[in-house]
């Protein structure tokens, strides 16, 4: 039991450092500024380039095949540098790596993970939130591709993406679990209009609408089986709560800095309220750090994932809402809500509790999954 | 960095968690039931448990933090009413100090709010305080100060009596004549002693504290299986199911926070376990009253009765969460650490 680092660790460690001194774009946080966006993608490729991306995926897909552990040390590292999280977009890999056939894995992973190709989660649909089986978006069968016809929605960087991996109905004649199917559907189509949506704290870029009207896919594009949708869906929202996965820990630890940093720039201006606000978010974002270098070292045994993604994703919405409180006493008063990044930090904060299934369905798979307790 | 536990450890667990099973009590009339207290008793002597902190070569502990700590969680668990965490503090302090191994089991004295070991200015002061987890125990360590550093020295206690905790009895110590431990070789403590012994300390109530609230929510859980109402098991209800939920989710962060503390004082330099003990022990202490709380809660009206093992949990809580500093406490020792006091509110 070792949390310090081994000597390979601090040697990769040490070169991470020092890429980073020299390559932080200083992007400011994805929740509060559209101007993120415009980065992110240079960000991701420096990154990946540099070969600090992707670390635990295997070789082929464009990883390093590292014990999970170095995206604990991934995320130190940019937090303390104050650079950018990685990109999430583990869940997705997990999703296709897992349920893809060789075909689709060969070539779709390795530009996920370049980030020469960018990907959003077509799954939520206007009707089908929590109950995402129920979900009404078809694809039908037409020579040898489909089309598809539904509408999507919350499906969040959409504008940024070249694909979209869209779970849609193929069967409708089974029990709705079982009649569903994924795609791999290109964005640059005549058959799909987005709509942007803004969120409560004003960015734009976070989600929107997805309308495909006769949008198609080739057959060779469905990943997974016909009806494996669902199973493929599970595998990737449950790698969706995972901090681990996501990388959150940088995001979380560079806005504690920041809360620090501004406490200590202006001593006196704060009340004790705001400062103990302040600990928590420090105390909280610890916790998760500590947390996550507890589930990436399980996995060093195999151990991949089950339903404790569920308790996870609950932590991890604590210290998100934690931080967004600290942030809230940091926000200026007579500022619009334009400059306001406080403000806007801590209305992002909500948007924890209902992506990736909502907190109460979280509590549900607990209850019943991990605690044994009687489906309701 | 991998932080799962040994074998050994893993071992250590299980191990403990026999002990517990076998002997701990399962209603609280056998709080009263001295046959199984002397079991209890015999058998967390025979494992040797209460050494783990006791010098080997070189002056190491016989085992790590880590290896107590786990000990403690599942005593903590039990709950076990037999001492441990005391006569744990008082070997630390002996080893640190390179003093002799105690004769007859030995506690710490604390002040009356239990913040920090008692300290007097000299061996003529006469030393009050309360000797914690005092079943069984003769005497209790405090601190001398001398122009060098801290010394050593015990005063007699007895008459142990159940308060806040029933399973870890304390004993009010007033006005006695601290005495010098016999024996030459000793050295003197520095602050950085007190500060490494205090982190040792506040991982170890960490422990105890995800010990408790692992066995408030088996008692728990276990009742919303059986008792039912409408027709079926609470535990069918969404609203118990996501206070269960939520209780456990604050038992795997604590567990969490715990492990990292339990190394670090072993591991990091004394002001930075010092720090990372006092994260897990804010976390931890807020999460065990709620926990402990939401135990009371899923049982309704039978929470509330003294035959009800809810409320042992809860006061073993309270009591471990005051050791060494409450949420308060250790919420201001993180806002030192960071630097991030000195406010005023604008009012004053
Ligand atoms: C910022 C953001 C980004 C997102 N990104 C994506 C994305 O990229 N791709 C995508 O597909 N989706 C995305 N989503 C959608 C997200 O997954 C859904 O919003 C979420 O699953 C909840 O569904 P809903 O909004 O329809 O709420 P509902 O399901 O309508 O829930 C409303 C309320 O009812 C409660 N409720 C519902 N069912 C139950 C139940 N069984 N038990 C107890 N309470 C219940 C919920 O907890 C909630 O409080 C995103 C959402 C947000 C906010």
Known sequence: MDFADSPEEAAFRARLRAWLAENNPKLPQSSTADEYWD???????????????????????????????????????????????????????????????????????????SGRERWCQGFSEPDAGSDLASLRTRAVPRGDEYVITGHKVWTSYSDEADWCLVLARTDPDVPKH????????????????????????????????????????KASDMVGSPGEGWRLAMTVVSHEREPGELGYVARYSKAVNELVDRLRSAPGRFTEENVRDVAWAVVEAEMLRLHVCRRLSDRLDGISHGPEGSVDKLLMTRV?????????????LTGGIEEDTWLKMYLYSRAQSIMGGTSQIQRNLVATRILGLPVA | MDVRLSAEQQALREAAARLVDDHAPGSVAELDD?????????????????????????????????????????????????????????????????????????????RPDLSGLVVVEDEQTRCSGVAIDARGVASALAL?????????????????????????????????????????????????????????????????????????????????????????????????????????????????VTRHAAWAADTLPPGEALAAAAVAKAYCARAAREVCETAIQVHGGIGMTWECLAHIHLRRALLSTQVLGDVGANLARVVAHRKIGGVHDGLR
């Not at chain 1, 799909?192 to 495909?212: A, C, D, S, Y």
């Not at chain 2, 085992?63 to 000990?71: D, F, G």
């Not at chain 2, 001398?146 to 015990?154: A, I, N, Q, W």
């Not at chain 2, 870890?168 to 012994?197: F, K, S, Y």
């Open chain 1, 39 to 113: 980065g992110q993608a240079p960000w991701h490729r420096a990154l990946y380039d540099a070969g600090f991306f992707g670390l635990s995926w295997p070789e082929e897909i464009g990883g390093h095949g590292l014990p999970s552990v170095y995206e604990a040390i991934v995320d130190e590292e940019l937090a303390q540098a104050g650079a950018p999280p990685r990109p999430s977009l583990g869940y997705l890999v997990q999703g296709m790596m897992r349920h893809g056939g060789q075909d689709v894995r060969r070539r779709f992973l390795p530009g996920l993970v």
């Open chain 1, 178 to 217: 079982r009649g569903l199917s994924a795609f791999a559907v290109r964005m640059d189509q005549p058959g799909i209009e987005q709509r942007p949506l803004k969120m409560i704290n004003g960015v734009t870029r976070e989600f929107g609408e997805v309308i495909f009207d006769g949008a198609v896919a």
């Open chain 1, 320 to 332: 998100e809402q934690a931080v967004g409180h600290a942030a809230l006493g940091m926000s200026n």
């Open chain 2, 34 to 110: 001295a046959a199984r207290t002397a079991r209890l008793e015999a058998a967390l002597t025979g494992s040797g448990w209460r050494e783990l902190r006791a010098p080997e070569d070189e002056g190491r502990p016989l085992a790590s933090a880590v290896e107590t700590a786990i000990v403690a969680e599942e005593l903590g668990r039990g709950p076990a009413d037999a001492s441990f965490l005391g006569p744990t503090l008082a070997t630390e302090l002996r080893r640190r100090a390179g003093a002799e191994p105690a004769t007859a089991l030995e506690t710490v004295l604390l």
């Open chain 2, 144 to 256: 001398v100060r001398t122009g060098h550093g801290y010394d050593l020295v015990g005063v007699p206690v007895a008459g142990a009596s159940p308060g806040r905790d029933l399973t870890r009895p304390a004993a009010m110590v007033e006005g006695a004549a601290p005495e010098r431990l016999p024996g030459a070789g000793r050295r003197l403590l520095t602050a950085e002693d007190i500060e490494a012994w205090s982190a040792f300390t506040l991982a170890l109530t960490c422990a105890d504290l995800v010990g408790t609230m692992r066995g408030a929510v088996d008692l728990a859980r276990e009742y919303a299986s059986v008792r039912r109402q409408y027709g079926k098991a609470i535990g069918s209800f969404q609203s118990v199911q996501h206070m269960l939920a939520d209780a456990f989710v604050s038992i795997e962060g604590s567990s969490s």
